[in-house]
Each structure stands twice: as structure tokens, then as C-alpha cells.
């Protein structure tokens, strides 16, 4: 029996206008097959799917997929088994994923099959990947709440003379003890000034008494993601900063209450940034306000001024606005927020208001 995931596919496929559809993104391949590993495509057709992988990974996807006919690499090319495939089967058109397969393997399958016989095609499974399922949604519940226990931990360790890279150390460590398979990212860990970077590159400067620092961290649990940030602050804070924070504490706030089924994503965004903006700091927050999160961190949709994209229950996002002064500080607070029929649930509410 075909699983209600691959049938949506097929319907998404017969819309594309295609006969056969080639996955090769390694979260696509997870979400599709269960299939945890690498090295590995799908080929799905309306009466087949085939699972295409080497011997380095027969073992692992023998115990893992189910409802796709396995393939093993022989001494052909994972290429010229697709174009077997697709010849001996008599498809006429194969779809691929336009934004993943390179240039150099476009150019193979160009050479095997004829530049008439292919589509590139965007976004197929990532559409069906937006909306999570309830096995989806537990396995991200497990997530986060191993993510906010890392971050109250770090709260209670964290000292001035520490290095960011000692506390990025032991919040790794302290994560995967709790079941945790790696961080989501390198978790960042940005002190003083450093904050004012949104992507800091976590170092060995040291925490200091009077001194912001910020939590930017995730863990991966059983595949899925977790993303969530919040600054602290070590010692007495100035009048500043905390007039930044309740800035973006309210921004947030009005986001998250804007993050509604029906709503569009880009309406959430412009209720952060009218919020920043009115406040006189507009053009100190240049990132968009969120993002999905799922078997990937960053994922659809997209939660910023372009975005059109409808939100739907089952949605999981982030909203995260921020507000950075070089040279200086900068303040992001993100949570994590599953849209449901009636409104959203904070994921993350088990963490305090910031600082």
C-alpha cells in the first residue's frame, strides 16, 4: 500500500505534468522513505517506486524503507539507472528537482535521456514537507523540549571569564545527554559586541560581568529540528539594552499573535518590523522575521516582507525579530510556534521572558 505521503506526490506530479519524478535531496529522500543515510535517490512513478542506493547503505535501507523496490548501484552510474529505468518503463517525461540536482548531473541525464524528455521542477516535496503530521509534530515536541532544557542550563553555568566556546561545549554535551543526535547548527554563543552579529561565529572571548550574551541553539531528535535564541545578560543591565529588548519582546509578541491559519506569512513579518520601525530602529533588523523548521532547520515557508505564503495548521515557524547596534549589542528572541485551527501554540513556552 502506497503511504499517503508518496500520494501526495503523485497528485502534485500528474499537476506538474510528469511521468516520473527523481528525488534527490537527502530530506526529501527522509521524508519520503523513512531513509536516514545518504548517497541515496528516489524514483517515483505512478506504479512504481524505486529506491536507489550502493551496498554501503543495503543493510541500513533494507530496515528502514518500505513500499519501494530497492536498487542496488551495479558497475552503472546512479544516472544510467535512472535512464534504464525511465526507458524500460516507457516514461516519457521525468521531472527533477530543479533547485537540488547540479548542473553537471543535469547535464548527464541531458546526454542520456534527451533535454526533451526532462522538467526541472521546484519545490515538490517541500510543499508537502510545510504541513507536519502528528509523528512530525511529536518527534518535534521531543525536539524543543530537549533544546529549552540545553538553554536553562546555560543560564544556570554560564559565568563571566567563561569563553563562549566552553559554554557552546558544554551545552553540546549536555544536550546529546538528554537524547539529543548533534546540535541543528553551532550553536552560538555571542558576548558583548559580538552579539550585534546575527550569525556569530562562536570564539574563545570571554563572558564578562556587565555584558549581554546570546543563546542561538537547536538539537536534532530523531531527524527533526529545533531553533530557538534568547539573550541574557551577566550582571547589571544598562538602560539601553533594556530598552532594546522590551522593543523586541514586543515585537515578537505581536507577531506571535498575528501567526494565524489564513494568515499570510508576510503579515507576520510586517507586524515584528512596523513594530522595530516605529520604535526608530527599522534599519538595525535586516533579517526576515522566521522560517519553517522541520526535517531541516531552516525550511518553507519563509516568514518575511516577500513572503505570500498562507499559513495552515500543522505549520511549524519561527519568529524571531532582532534589533542589532554594531559595535555594540544586539538583541534576537526567537520562538518556535505551531499553527493550529484555532490560532498557534508557542512550542517554546517553557522559556522565561529574556534576561
Known amino acids: 500500500m502506497i503511504n499517503p505521503r508518496l500520494k501526495r506526490l503523485l497528485?502534485?506530479?500528474?499537476?506538474?505534468r510528469v511521468d516520473a519524478f527523481l528525488v534527490t535531496a537527502c530530506?526529501?529522500?527522509?521524508?519520503l522513505s523513512g531513509f536516514k543515510g545518504t548517497e541515496s535517490w528516489i524514483l517515483v512513478t505512478a506504479k512504481a517506486r524505486y529506491f536507489i542506493t550502493d551496498s554501503r547503505y543495503a543493510e541500513q535501507a533494507r530496515k528502514e524503507i518500505h513500499g519501494f523496490k530497492l536498487i542496488l548501484r551495479d558497475g552503472r552510474s546512479a544516472l544510467q539507472m535512472i535512464?534504464?529505468?525511465?526507458?524500460?518503463?516507457?516514461?516519457?517525461?521525468?521531472?527533477?528537482?530543479?533547485s537540488v540536482l547540479t548542473y553537471s548531473l543535469y547535464l548527464g541525464l541531458k546526454d542520456l535521456l534527451g533535454e526533451s524528455r526532462l522538467r526541472a521542477v521546484s519545490g515538490l516535496v517541500e510543499a508537502l514537507r510545510e504541513v507536519k503530521d502528528s509523528s512530525e509534530i511529536c518527534q518535534i515536541r521531543k525536539s524543543v523540549e530537549i533544546a529549552v532544557?540545553?538553554?536553562?542550563?546555560?543560564?544556570?553555568f554560564a559565568r563571566p571569564g567563561m569563553s563562549?566556546?566552553?559554554?557552546?561545549?558544554?551545552?553540546?554535551?549536555?544536550?546529546?545527554?538528554?537524547?539529543?543526535?548533534?546540535?541543528?547548527f553551532d550553536i552560538i554563543i555571542a558576548s558583548g559586541p559580538r552579539s550585534s552579529m546575527p550569525h556569530c561565529q562562536t570564539n574563545e572571548t570571554k563572558l564578562q560581568n556587565n555584558r549581554p550574551f546570546l543563546v542561538d541553539m537547536g538539537v536534532v531528535y530523531?531527524?527533526?529540528?529545533?531553533?530557538?535564541?534568547?539573550?541574557?545578560?551577566?550582571?547589571?543591565m544598562n538602560?539601553?539594552?533594556?530598552?532594546?529588548?522590551?522593543?523586541?519582546?514586543?515585537a515578537q509578541r505581536r507577531g506571535i499573535r498575528k501567526a494565524c491559519p489564513g494568515v499570510l506569512a508576510g503579515d507576520v513579518d510586517a507586524a515584528c518590523r512596523e513594530t522595530i520601525r516605529n520604535s526608530g530602529y527599522g534599519k538595525y533588523f535586516g533579517h526576515g522575521t522566521g522560517h519553517g523548521v522541520g526535517l531541516e532547520v531552516h525550511e518553507a515557508p519563509t516568514i518575511s516582507p516577500?513572503?505570500?505564503?498562507?499559513?495552515r495548521p500543522g505549520m511549524v515557524i519561527t519568529v524571531e525579530p532582532g534589533v542589532y547596534l554594531p559595535g555594540r549589542f544586539g538583541v534576537r528572541i526567537e520562538d518556535m510556534l505551531l499553527i493550529t485551527n484555532k490560532g498557534n501554540e508557542v512550542l517554546t513556552r517553557d522559556l522565561d521572558k529574556p534576561v
Request: with cysteine; glycine share 6%; proline share 3%.
Open 11 to 16: 497528485a502534485l506530479c500528474e499537476r506538474a
Open 27 to 31: 530530506p526529501n529522500v527522509t521524508y
Open 83 to 98: 535512464s534504464d529505468l525511465v526507458k524500460r518503463r516507457g516514461l516519457k517525461v521525468l521531472g527533477f528537482e530543479s
Open 149 to 156: 532544557k540545553g538553554y536553562h542550563y546555560a543560564r544556570q
Open 164 to 184: 563562549e566556546r566552553q559554554v557552546q561545549a558544554r551545552l553540546e554535551y549536555f544536550t546529546k545527554s538528554l537524547g539529543a543526535e548533534k546540535p541543528a
Open 222 to 236: 530523531n531527524g527533526y529540528n529545533s531553533d530557538l535564541t534568547r539573550p541574557s545578560f551577566l550582571g547589571r
Open 239 to 250: 538602560n539601553l539594552y533594556k530598552k532594546i529588548y522590551e522593543i523586541v519582546w514586543t
Open 306 to 311: 516577500r513572503s505570500k505564503t498562507v499559513l
